[in-house]
């Protein structure tokens, strides 16, 4: 089921959580909404289960438009960041509730309903734990009690909020290669929100990053790391650097010096702007001669396969605070100058 | 080493003496301020044999005093469960506004004495009142009979189930009925089938209470019910009457009643709060 997400805007008492928002969602999609809280991530979700009514806008499920629907009749299937699971109703009830509570015409027979409720069990790892209640299962057991629960009403949309939010880091990865797997498997549009980057670009086919009430990039995870569009997204996704620069003659200047890259076609106008680079983008100058970024070494640390500098760059009265990696075999000891220059980048006007 | 020895109790202990003092102190002003007079209520009730103490519970006043305790209590305790749950829902699921107030409005009755809360409606629904003389004409009885009691006694009692859901139900948050809704349940089934148990036990203890006080209010009920045998005299206002009469074993004989009702309402609320603690509020909050 496509979904699209037109135009929306959600006040609450008049502050806009969303401003404007437009999405479009493929048909079997994986989609992540990412962003820092009080991004709009989770409003735009429960906008789109109808658990929140936009203020202007409209949703559509294909061609309906859902927005004119209650929760009820939008048929979404939402897992709710705490489970959400009820307490005194077993497994096997907490399943078949969306089934049992359809109106007598709707409603399957009691034997098909066990019958749907092995089923889904048996899919998401949990046979014979039918006759548990919720506080007699672990974290994982729940969320994947209420993602059966969720596909029991067969829903168009599958959407999951904070999945793992809730999880310790071991089972956290476990359940997200598994809901992975279980994508492939069912097929279903899911959207979940997330505040974990790595979660989304490591789950999603496409991932909405999102900002103060609005959307900065949509992409693969390729895109938004690699092609970031705008500040945000550069320093929100991974580990960047970024420096006030002067563009001028076809350089890239730092305190009016040139620092030993041209500028490219995708680079800004002639100006003012910021320059953003990653640790990992950077190679040492060794030529005192050569136009290179110079700092001094405030710290050097080990990390993992690589060790990271912290360099003050700039004058000494504001220094500018900038992380690179260098080689292991690098002297960075501290209080030493280091010269580098990024070797990918990208320039945004201020 | 005595030194040593004497260092030993957790910080927070005091010397022995000083608990020992503590608790006789404790127990001391428990057995003469609660233990003696409910001991005195049974002995005198029994003091002229157990054929004494049945007869006098046989008494026509005195089956009609129990009878309109328990229609009052009938009536109250329902009214005020309707709408303890109404309001409590109201309050911890929606944002709305003088929603404070509302909180605050809830508990007028616990800080109102109960002869004020029988005055408002004396002046309310009396003779010289606004409604009086309409309600006269159209013979409409009111103070002085069955609806002024039970009028008071709801008044009275009002707060004790709202008082114990609200806590409970903000904690609970709306999760659990957005997840029935997002199935497919109604509004009507989403709290049938998961609003209701989740609070089932708070609210029988918020019930459990409020029918105790709706038993026992005696201030409130006393000033609009006037006194009339057989008619409108609930139990704590016969046992005033017999009292004032000399009629001593009667007296205790109803009052041993009331008593008995009391140790039931603890046993119980205690074993509420013993097996579902974490689904009362009033065990951890109040």
Known sequence: MDVSVKNIRKEFDRFPA?????????????????????????????????????TLGSIHFGREDASRKTVQER?????????????????????????????????????????????????????????????????????????????????????????????DAKVRKELRRWLREFHERTGHTTVFVTHDQEEALELADRVVVMSQGTIEQVGSSDDVYD??????????????????????????????????????????????????FRPQDVVLVDDPAAPALEGRVAASRRLAGTRIADLDIGRPGAPRHVEIEVPLDATAATGTNLRF?????????? | MAHERRRLHSPTTEAPAARYTLMALALLFLALFLLLPLAAVFIEAFRKGTGAFLASLGEPDTLAAIRLTLLVAGIAVPLNLVF????????????????????????????????????????????????????????????????????????????????????????????????????????????????????????????????ARAMGEFGAVSVVSGHIRGLTNTMPLHVEILYN????????????????????????KTVLELHYGAEISAGRKH
């Open chain 2, 84 to 211: 303890g749950v109404s309001a409590a829902w109201a309050i911890a699921k929606f944002e709305f506004k003088g929603k404070a107030f509302l909180t605050t409005l809830i508990d007028l009755p616990f800080s109102v004495s109960p002869v004020i809360s029988g005055l408002v409606y004396v002046l309310l629904f009396g003779a010289g009142s606004a409604l009086g003389p309409w309600l006269k004409s159209h013979g409409i009885e009111i103070l002085f009979a069955v609806p002024g009691i039970v009028l008071a006694t709801v008044f009275v009692t009002f707060p004790f189930v709202a008082r114990e859901l609200i806590p409970l139900m903000q904690e609970q948050g709306t999760g659990d009925e957005e997840a029935a809704l997002s199935l497919g349940a109604s509004g009507w089934q989403t709290f049938r089938y998961v609003t209701l148990p989740n609070i089932r036990w708070g609210l029988l203890y918020g019930v459990l209470l409020c029918n």
């Open chain 1, 341 to 350: 220059r990024p070797t990918r980048w990208k320039t945004f006007a201020q």
């Open chain 1, 18 to 54: 969303l401003n404007d928002v437009s999405l479009d969602i493929r048909s079997g999609e994986l989609i992540a909404l990412l962003g820092p809280s009080g991004s709009g991530k989770t409003t735009l979700l429960r906008l789109i289960a109808g658990l929140e009514q936009p």
């Open chain 1, 75 to 167: 048929n979404v299937g939402f897992v709710f960041q705490h489970y959400a699971l009820f307490r005194h109703m077993t497994v096997a009830d907490n399943i078949a509730f969306g089934l049992t509570v359809r109106p007598r015409g709707a409603r399957p027979e009691k034997a098909e309903i066990r019958r749907r409720v092995g089923a889904l069990l048996e899919m998401v790892q949990l046979s014979g734990l039918e006759k548990r209640y919720p506080n007699q299962l672990s974290g994982g057991q729940r969320q994947r009690v209420a993602l059966a629960r969720a596909m029991a009403i067969e829903p168009k949309v599958l959407l999951l909020d904070e999945p793992f939010g809730a999880l």
């Open chain 2, 245 to 268: 009469e000399y009629n001593f074993v009667a007296a205790f004989a109803v009052a041993s009643l009331l008593a008995g009702l009391a140790l039931v309402t603890l046993v119980v």
């Open chain 1, 227 to 276: 092609r970031p569009n705008s500040p945000f997204v550069f320093s929100f996704i991974g580990d960047s650097a970024s420096l006030p620069v002067e563009l001028t003659d076809g350089a890239v200047c730092f305190d009016g010096r040139p620092i030993g890259i041209a500028c490219r076609p995708d680079d800004i106008a002639p100006g003012k702007g910021t320059l953003f």
